[in-house]
T-cell receptor, first 110, second 112 residues
Framework: DAKTTQPPSMDCAEGRAANLPCNHS???????VYWYRQIHSQGPQYIIH?????ETNEMASLIITEDRKSSTLILPHATLRDTAVYYC???????????WGAGTKLIIKP | NAGVTQTPKFQVLKTGQSMTLQCAQD?????MYWYRQDPGMGLRLIYY???????DKGEVPNGYNVSRLNKREFSLRLESAAPSQTSVYFC???????????FGPGTRLTVT
């Protein structure tokens, strides 16, 4: 599976959009991009995933570049409860394993 | 639905002791997973079960054994605990058709 690179930490003001980047330059054609978050030592929570099209759900939007070498998770109106570690993971659909990196610690400030 | 449940929530063991961590899911998921998470790090896969009756090693299987007792339950056993196994252990399940995993609350294990 392709490796991902994320900034170790980011800040965002409450009410603003939080844009979390992820680089996955070695991604192959059948690998998906998944995003999870982990709020203060709780079990991780699924956010969204995509293959090549942009995706949106009730939690977030996922923008994948045309060459698929990077993606951005967008939390449109960040709240204090969005403070968490966000993980970007790339995985083949034929594999059963998610490989977790260290993620990005997002701090939402009032 | 309770989702994924784990017992116990906390455990302290002495070196050499054994114990079993229990995990159950009520979502009729095919796949189940055991992860460990050390402070400041991401999750590392210990073992997984793609379907009832099968188990496979993950990234860090040494020192652990697993049993997929039935479709609902997946247990993790430490036969002889070591201080290096001090960690938070998470169980997860997924339908098996995608990687949307659902996690339990975790077990915080300390080995002294």
């Amino acid at each position: 599976d392709a490796k991902t690179t994320q900034p170790p930490s980011m800040d965002c003001a409450e009410g603003r959009a939080a844009n979390l980047p992820c680089n996955h330059s070695t991604i192959s054609g059948n690998e998906y991009v998944y995003w999870y978050r982990q709020i203060h030592s709780q079990g991780p929570q699924y956010i969204i995933h995509g293959l090549k099209n942009n995706e949106t759900n009730e939690m977030a939007s996922l923008i994948i570049t045309e060459d698929r070498k990077s993606s951005t998770l967008i939390l449109p109106h960040a709240t204090l409860r969005d403070t968490a570690v966000y993980y970007c993971i790339v995985v083949m659909d034929s594999n059963y394993q998610l490989i977790w990196g260290a993620g990005t610690k997002l701090i939402i400030k009032p | 639905n309770a989702g994924v449940t784990q017992t116990p929530k906390f455990q302290v063991l002495k070196t050499g002791q054994s114990m079993t961590l229990q995990c159950a899911q009520d979502m009729n998921h095919n796949s189940m997973y055991w992860y460990r998470q050390d402070p400041g790090m991401g999750l590392r896969l210990i073992y997984y079960s793609a379907s009832e009756g099968t188990t496979d090693k993950g990234e860090v299987p040494n020192g652990y054994n697993v049993s997929r007792l039935n479709k609902r339950e997946f247990s993790l056993r430490l036969e002889s605990a070591a201080p290096s196994q001090t960690s938070v252990y998470f169980c997860a399940s997924s339908p098996g058709t995608e990687f949307r995993e659902y996690f339990g609350p975790g077990t915080r294990l300390t080995v002294t």
